[in-house]
Nanobody, 124 residues
């Protein structure tokens, strides 16, 4: 059974930074493509970023391009989301997700394992 645990959320002022982490256990981490999703109050869950199994390719939703950077460390079974220049509209619960499919995946339906999420709140 795969387990994903996110950490690093919190309250930050607009323009600030946070680094989210997600540690995966229960199966060989390098066999998973990974993704970050977020859900704001009253809104549907949306794709934020994704990374391939090897980490050689990433993709982002347009609203975070140039501000967020996703990376992974297969030696530590972890994936990260560095978030800079945060805006109030980035406020959401952020979820880490794992997929056994190949490629850079942007749809939630491709991810079979999910963490419980970490709250990110950006004040104006």
């Amino acid at each position: 059974q795969v387990r994903l645990v996110e950490s690093g959320g919190g309250l930050v002022q607009a323009g600030g930074s946070l680094r989210l982490s997600c540690v995966v256990s229960g199966r060989t981490f390098s066999t998973y493509a990974m993704g970050w999703f977020r859900q704001a109050p009253g809104k549907e869950r949306e794709f934020v970023s994704a990374i391939t199994r090897s980490g050689d390719s990433t993709t982002y939703v347009d609203s975070v391009k140039g501000r967020f950077t996703m990376s992974r460390d297969n030696a530590k079974d972890a994936v990260y989301l560095q978030m800079n220049s945060l805006k109030p509209e980035d406020t959401a619960v952020y979820y880490c997700a794992a997929s056994s499919m190949l490629g850079v995946l942007t749809s939630a339906r491709y991810f079979e394992s999910w963490g419980r999420g970490t709250q990110v709140t950006v004040s104006s």
